[in-house]
């Protein structure tokens, strides 16, 4: 069984989607971001940059136990694993894997940005807010216009599906209107509506936050003040 140190993000949810996507059997261990559980020692060993999620998968490629941090990493090991949702051929995996770096750099940085400013910033600042939330429909624009004459975003579903569809859930703090995009939005549905995502998504979801609910100050600033720029 794969251990699983997760909490509710995007990030979070593209692995709990893609374990109920392929049945994988998992256990999932709360690392509460706002409560400086990332910062933890034991938790370092295995996500050195003190991000979550992480996983530990007990019968790794070799038979051997194996650690594995970063998101995107993830989803490639664990469709390497099943043999799911990762084409075999080189030009489909390629294709998707151009789509999975597309969310890694560009979707979840950006639209992080585009949360902080307009959410989390303990003042607002102008040109930063006009910055990501500008990016933000641009990347919206990129999706919908890709998804103009295919399902997804690489062929068949897949872990680039898995990874954008969560970080385009909270649209409205990012300033977008989903539906100018109508393309992006029959996408979205259809991923939404899948039964494996509907749960990956209940994963934890008693600890997240509802819509307009604030942060307190202790968990701002250990997410975004000093706390989290300390050398470990």
């Not at 703090?173 to 209940?202: H, T």
Request: aromatic fraction near 10%; glycine fraction near 8%; charged fraction near 25%.
């Amino acid at each position: 069984m794969i251990d699983l140190y997760t909490w509710p993000t995007p990030n979070g949810h593209k692995i709990h989607i893609m374990l109920e996507e392929t049945g994988l059997l998992y256990k999932v261990i709360a690392v509460n971001i706002g409560a400086g559980e990332q910062f933890e020692a034991d938790f370092l060993k295995i996500s050195p940059n003190n991000k979550m999620p992480a996983l530990v998968d007990p019968d790794g490629p070799d038979g051997q136990p194996i650690s594995l941090f970063e998101s995107g990493a993830m989803l490639i090991y664990l469709a390497e694993k099943t043999g799911q949702f990762l084409p075999s051929d080189a030009r489909g995996r390629y294709e998707v894997l151009c789509w999975l770096m597309f969310q890694m750099g560009g979707v979840g940085p950006m639209l992080g940005q585009a949360h902080h400013f307009r959410a989390y910033a303990p003042e607002p600042i102008p040109y930063a807010v006009d910055r990501y939330t500008n990016e933000a429909g641009r990347l919206y624009g990129v999706i919908d216009k890709r998804l103009a004459d295919r399902d997804y975003l690489a062929g068949d579903y897949s872990i680039a599906d898995m990874a954008t569809m969560p970080w385009l859930r909270s649209y409205e703090r990012q300033g977008v209107d989903i539906d100018e995009f109508s393309n992006l939005k029959r996408w979205f549905d259809a991923i939404n509506a899948r039964p494996a995502v509907q749960r990956g998504l209940e994963v934890l979801k008693e600890h997240q936050r509802k819509p307009g609910e604030q942060i307190d100050d202790k968990a701002r600033e250990i997410m975004f003040g000093a706390e989290q720029y300390k050398r470990r």
